[in-house]
Nanobody, 119 residues
């Protein structure tokens, strides 16, 4: 059974930085991409960043480009999200997601970690 465990969330002032980590276990199948999503109060979950597990090709939401960096460590089955120049509107619960090979959508999720950016 796959398990995704996020860590690294917290409270930070605007302009500050945080680094999120997501460790995956139980990977008995091929992984296509891993990514980060977020959900703010009263809003739907939205895509933040994704990384192809084999090639390392990345993609970002326009709202975080040039501020956030996604990376992965295949040996540790871990994906990271470096968040710089944080803004109050980045406040949300951040979820790690996994998309299996031959699947259309992300289907495995972590429990989420809270990120709060104060102004």
């Amino acid at each position: 059974q796959v398990q995704l465990v996020e860590s690294g969330g917290g409270l930070v002032q605007a302009g500050g930085s945080l680094r999120l980590s997501c460790a995956a276990s139980g990977l008995t199948f091929s992984v296509y991409t891993m990514g980060w999503f977020r959900q703010a109060p009263g809003k739907e979950r939205e895509f933040v960043a994704g990384i192809n597990w084999s090639s390392g090709v990345t993609s970002y939401a326009d709202s975080v480009k040039a501020r956030f960096t996604i990376s992965r460590d295949n040996a540790k089955n871990t994906v990271y999200l470096q968040m710089d120049s944080l803004k109050p509107e980045d406040t949300a619960i951040y979820y790690c997601g996994l998309r299996r090979t031959f699947r259309v959508n992300y289907g495995d999720w972590g429990q989420g970690t809270q990120v709060t950016v104060s102004s």
